[in-house]
């Protein structure tokens, strides 16, 4: 396997991971092609989804913004109106984790993807919310429920597909505390590609983000993203964007703590049906990363209060 590092990322080739061949012994779960990085000891395993007091998601407390970990992974699926897709990609998810997964669904829609999630059952766990929260509230809202010791999310369209999110979490650790997928690293391969007005406007905002921020991140906004739950803990109550710029909020107070980013190129797709329309979203993510900036400058002199109910309202 060939390694490309830079300061902060590095681009890993594809590969299949063959997750029959897990085996347990003694209560530890390991996968004999990485057994020498991604050993895990598990303290509980549960596939259940229940939600009762008592029950292992009864962790929370106003203290931890995150439950102590009792599972290895954790994936959170935001989906706002996505029944026509949703129901393809669990499944997909659900046969590629290992047993140690739980799968949190955030909806905060008004279609009909509850009901396709209800349907896929096992251990896919449903959050419903009856207002919109916005690709970043909902994540945040699954973030805080999330028990794993690797905690991440995967757009629900299908682009990534289950075995690349996988792939990631897998590559997390207290050591690489930070996992992106990237297509713009060696080793990713884009099957289908996005319209070009979108790839311009990509690349132009990559380079707003490096100038604002400082952010050397080549693609912010790849749809999956994994963090060890000891660095999501030190950044998750910093976070406070909940539209799509949550992927660059979340990366700046990981850039803040000073923590690893690795980007990892992954095969990608462009699918049909997003709901995002790029030229009328520029503007406001632009006055984000300006904000996001200009508040941490003067958080840091000590010179303003906290601005956390203005930037929740920024909903991309």
């Known amino acids: 396997m060939l390694f490309y590092h830079s300061r902060v990322s590095a681009s890993i080739p594809h590969q299949d991971l063959r997750f029959e061949q897990i085996f347990m012994n003694k209560g530890r779960y390991c996968w004999p092609k990485y057994e020498h990085k ?5 303290t509980q395993v549960t596939t259940s989804g229940s939600d009762e007091p008592g029950s292992e998601f009864d962790t929370h407390t106003e203290d931890s913004p995150l439950p102590a970990p009792k599972i290895s992974i954790s994936i ?3 989906a706002y109106n996505e029944e026509e897709r949703i129901g393809n990609f669990l ?23 509850p009901e396709k999630v209800r349907s896929v059952g096992g251990r896919v766990r449903l959050l419903q919310f009856g207002s919109r929260l916005g690709k970043g509230g ?35 650790s207290e050591q690489e505390p930070c996992v992106i997928g990237s297509r713009w690293v060696k080793g990713s391969y884009i099957v289908r590609q996005e319209p070009f007005l979108n790839v311009i406007a990509g690349r132009a905002f990559h380079f707003l983000t490096f100038l604002i921020l400082g952010l050397g991140v080549k693609d912010t906004q790849c749809g999956v993203k994994f963090f060890h739950h000891f660095t ?15 992927d660059v909020a979340l ?15 992954i095969q990608w797709e462009h699918k049909d049906g997003t709901k995002l329309r790029i030229w009328k979203a520029v503007p406001f993510m632009f006055a984000t990363l300006v904000a996001l900036r200009v508040i941490h400058s003067l958080k840091a002199r000590g010179k303003i209060p906290d601005f956390s109910r203005i930037s929740r309202e920024i909903r991309i």
């Open 38 to 42: 991604w050993v895990r000891t598990l």
């Open 76 to 78: 959170v699926v935001p």
């Open 91 to 113: 499944d997909s998810l659900v046969n590629a984790v290992p047993n140690s997964t739980e799968i949190i669904v955030v909806c905060d829609g008004d279609d009909h993807t």
């Open 138 to 172: 909902a994540i945040l809202e699954g973030f805080k429920v999330a028990k794993g010791e690797t905690i991440g999310f995967v757009d629900a369209d299908g682009s990534i597909s289950a075995s690349e999110a996988v792939r990631l979490a897998l590559m997390t």
């Open 232 to 246: 999501l803990k030190s950044i998750i109550k910093k976070v406070t964007v909940n539209g799509r710029m949550i």
């Open 251 to 265: 990366l700046y107070q990981v850039k803040l703590l000073k923590s690893r980013i690795i980007e990892v190129g």
